[in-house]
């Protein structure tokens, strides 16, 4: 049992161009979400997941997309990344739709954009 | 909208001294309260979940307790092992949605010397 798997671990990105965070979890919940961490900014949600075909924007969505074909996959796609995309991007998933459920992370991708 | 603030942003112990973290909140119908450990380089790693005013949760030598403003996490006879970045989160009511989306504070770096 891995729990969440996100990959890359790290990644460095000209302005511009285009990338996919992954993220896995194989603990069968319905529920992922992406937040990205900043300093002095806390965790703030991008996108989320209630269910494999169904995904809403969280916080801070511009700038990225997501999608969710399986119960198990959800990536992130940058789609022109900029400067201000350098954050580090943690990947969450929840076994029920969230009255008072803990949520599980990944280990975080390190972005960088150049 | 949900706010969470945590205090203080920085706290340095000696190795045995007691102390407690704050995180003041403001939500829409509390679905629950969480604090998360997260040391460097990893994921947020689940500590506890409260649910309503005047609960109690305790593991080994941490305590987390809940008042209608604010929450509070406590620390007995602290080791070195213990430093790391302690985040507050809570989940509120999701307008409607099937969500409770996540508002995490920016979190305690605690530090315990030796």
């Known amino acids: 049992n891995a729990g969440v798997t996100q990959t890359p671990k790290f990644q460095v990105l000209k302005t511009g161009q285009s990338m996919t965070l992954q993220c896995a979890q194989d603990?069968?919940?319905?529920?992922m979400s992406w937040y990205r961490q900043d300093p002095g900014m806390g965790l703030r949600l991008i996108h989320y997941?209630?269910?494999?075909?169904?995904?809403d924007q969280g916080e801070v969505p511009n700038g990225y997309n997501v999608s969710r074909s399986t119960t198990e996959d959800f990536p992130l796609r940058l789609l022109s990344a900029a400067p201000s995309q350098t954050s580090v991007y943690f990947c969450?998933?929840?076994?029920?739709?969230?009255?008072?459920?803990?949520?599980?992370f990944g280990q975080g991708t390190r972005l960088t954009v150049v | 909208e949900d706010q969470v603030t945590q205090s203080p942003e920085a706290l340095r112990l000696q190795e045995g001294e007691s102390s407690s973290l704050n995180c003041s909140y403001t939500?829409?119908?509390?679905?629950?309260l969480f604090w998360y450990r997260q040391d460097p380089g990893k994921g947020p790693e689940f500590l506890f979940t409260?649910?309503?005013a005047g609960e109690e949760k305790e593991k080994e030598r941490l305590k987390a307790t809940l008042t209608k403003k604010e929450s509070f996490l406590h620390i007995t006879a602290p080791k070195p092992e213990d430093s790391a970045t302690y985040l507050c989160?809570?989940?509120?009511?999701?307008?409607?949605?099937?969500?409770?989306?996540?508002?995490f504070g920016q979190g305690t770096i605690l530090t315990v010397h030796p």
């Open positions: 969450a998933s929840s076994y029920s739709e969230g009255s008072g459920t803990e949520a599980f």
């Open positions: 603990m069968n919940h319905e529920y």
């Open positions: 997941s209630v269910g494999a075909g169904i995904t």
């Open positions: 939500v829409s119908g509390l679905r629950g």
């Open positions: 409260l649910y309503s």
């Open positions: 989160a809570v989940q509120g009511e999701a307008g409607g949605t099937s969500y409770g989306k996540l508002t």
